[in-house]
Each structure stands twice: as C-alpha cells, then as structure tokens.
C-alpha cells in the first residue's frame, strides 16, 4: 500500500477482495490479482511549518543531550564532594539539568510527530470507505466516499480548509452528518 501504510482490514466480497487502510483502498480479484488500487494521500500541516517543526525537534535534542550531560556531571561532583553543602547543591543542580533533559527529549518527539502528522478522518461502511484527503483544485480539503466494490469516488464533501473533521454516517438514511460550526450539523446526502 502507499503512503507507508498497512492493511488495517481485510473484506470479501462479491467483486473480490478487498484491503483497506485509512487512505488505501485494493481491490484483488479471487485469483490475486490486484484489479483496482485507490491511494489518497492525508492533507499534512504547511511544509514550512512541518520544516519549523522539524529544526525545533533537532534543537531540543540537542539541547536536551546537552542539558542531560550537565546533569550527570552535576550528579558526578555532588557524589565526590565532602563538604555537606556543595553535595546538596549539586545534587539538586544534577536533578534541574536531568529534568530538563527529560523534558526537552520528549518535546523533541512532539516536535518530530508534529512535522509529519498526516491528518485522518477515514470511517469504513459496509459499501464504501471514507477519506480525507486534498481538493484536486489544491484548495482545502474534501471527504471521499469510496465504493469497496469499484474502487470509484461515489460521492465527495468540500471541507475548506478543515483537517479535522467531526462527521457521522447513517448508512440506512444514506446521509453523512458533519459538524460544521460549534452546535451545528450539516446533513449531505451520499
């Protein structure tokens, strides 16, 4: 599958089998063979923000590492002193640099999950997968309903420029009910 992702779920069906994952759709035919595959790549953050998001990450490992290293030589002095004092001092300047080590290192893996987060909404219904993925226009972000049985966008929502969004599907009713201001349901018919 594209985009890094593994099957999340597997389905028979009357046109074959088929494999999905939050923005793959594969359609295989009994024998094997791969007859229709769907990828739509997750709307990700702006790359200039991904790129700010990714120097912070290097930044605050770095100074994380060197905070942490501060740390042990404090901890290093406060186990050799003799004087009662300078052992309480830094011993307590060795716990301030650890801690802050600790705490830049896992603001580093935020930083880093932040740079390539891929944002997701997709909803599986017994004839067809949702998506978020970009506009073809460029502009925002639509929610696609793919049909499990041809591969096919049956039908699409234009989000603007919405990544996360807050949507329900009654399949009975064949409506998609997506929250779109606070308090606020906008029904479409699929």
Request: proline share 5%; net charge positive.
């Amino acid at each position: 599958m594209q985009g890094g992702e593994d099957p999340t779920d597997m389905e028979l069906r009357a046109s074959g089998i088929v494999l999905t994952s939050s923005q793959n759709l594969v359609l295989m035919g009994r024998d094997g063979a791969v007859k229709q595959q769907v990828y739509n790549p997750a709307p990700q953050l702006p790359g200039l923000l991904r790129a700010l998001y990714r120097i912070q990450a290097v930044r605050a490992g770095l100074y994380g590492a060197a905070a942490s290293a501060y740390g042990d030589a404090f901890a290093q002095a406060s186990r050799q002193a003799t004087d009662s004092n300078a052992k309480r001092f830094t011993g307590q300047l060795a716990t301030a640099y650890s801690t802050g080590g600790t705490q830049l290192a896992g603001y580093s893996h935020q930083a880093a999950a932040l740079a390539s987060k891929r944002f997701k909404a997709s909803l599986a219904t017994p004839g067809a997968v949702f998506m978020l993925t970009k506009s073809p226009d460029g502009n925002g972000n639509v929610l696609l309903q793919i049909d499990k049985d041809t591969g096919q966008p049956k039908s699409r929502v234009d989000l603007g420029k919405d990544r996360e969004p807050v949507y329900a599907v009654d399949d009975v009713a064949g409506m998609l009910f997506l929250k779109t201001a606070p308090g606020t349901l906008t029904g479409y018919r699929l």
